[in-house]
């Protein structure tokens, strides 16, 4: 049997690999630490999982309209006023089975055979992926401290085709934590529309800031088309739930994908999401924001005294991009030694990076503070031992 070509781009994600052997060593009685996934330890707020129940319990579980319940749709507009100041129009907003339903449908509007998006490296890889299965080639442009990890508008200029069709940022990214301020969202903005091309960006870390403000592109760049999700922020991930704002001319074909493509968003998602914007329950997620910032600091403060601590801390999301070149130029060998050695689980940075990626890994501070210095702890064995040999 023959499978389709586009598949050849799609790289696995390796880090699923790496926590399938994690948790095989659990099942065997290892005491794990897992800071491999991007998925926090804290359970979803209680007042989405009662709302969830309360939506079963009242029988709402039929297709909702294509693009979400309009009470949501409005929802997150009021949650763009809220937070950014920003009037947006509730049509605007299509909710999506997830981000990746979002990042779905922008890929399949945006890009087409023969286009070119440009990315940075490192970046998240399904974005690199949902492009190439729109058959569009990704042109990934190494970024680093002098750029603050992001793709800016300088690089942006430098790196645009005649065939560029869309630029694709993310802020907070992934995996490095950092952000484009206003006047840089705003600066790209511009110089992607002087080339007449898309801007897509990544908000999925939208919220998760420490020591800055979150700023959001629908208020500095009210042209591109924003992603954002219910699972970061919001700790809704096995809700499957996010969101995408687009500019007023691409809701009819959006509309369109959305009908034919997953139908509705899942239903019983929506009705517990609706709660999420309650007063109650985004303090407690503003007070999880907080301890992520304290767990971020003591990591932090942990591998400073390795001397592994980046010069740039990550001003939001919840992980440590880190340079391991002093280690190995081996990232995934480096990552599989600490699991089988120590019982850690980080990420080999070739799973994000086209460039780089095997002296980089990424660690996430999802677990507790006392976790988070075992885990150095134990790091610090594993590197003198490595020292020795």
Known sequence: MHWSDRLAAVA??????????????????????????????????????AAGQEALAAGHTRYTPACGLPALREAIAGHYQRCHGVAL????????????GALLLASQLLVQRGDRVLMADPTYPCNR??????EAAVDCVPVGPESGWQLDAALLAQHWQPCTRLAMLATPSNPTGHMLSASQLSAVAQTVAARDGALLVDEIYQGLCYGVDPVSAVSAAPEA????SFSKFF????????????P???????????????????????????????PACLDQLEARRAELQVRRDALLAGLARLGLAPAQPPQGAFYVWLDVSAHTDDSEAFCRALLDEENVAITPGTDFAVRGGGH?????FTTGVARLEEAVARLERFLARRGRG
Do not use: C, K, Y
């Open 360 to 364: 980089h890994v990424r660690i996430a």
């Open 235 to 246: 700790g809704m991930t096995g809700w499957r739930l996010g969101w995408l704002v687009a």
């Open 248 to 278: 007023e001319a691409a809701l009819e074909p959006l509309s369109r994908l959305a009908q034919n493509v997953f139908l509705a968003p899942p239903t019983l998602s929506q009705h517990a999401a609706l709660a999420a914007f309650s």
């Open 12 to 49: 696995p994600f390796r880090v699923m690999r790496l926590l399938e052997a994690a948790q095989a060593r659990e099942a065997a009685g290892h005491d794990v630490i897992h800071l491999e996934i991007g998925e926090p330890d804290f359970p979803p707020p209680a007042a989405v999982v």
């Open 225 to 228: 088309f924003v992603v954002n």
């Open 129 to 134: 992926h949902f492009m190439a299965l729109a």
């Open 89 to 100: 129009d509730p049509r605007r907003v299509i909710v999506t089975p997830g981000a990746s």
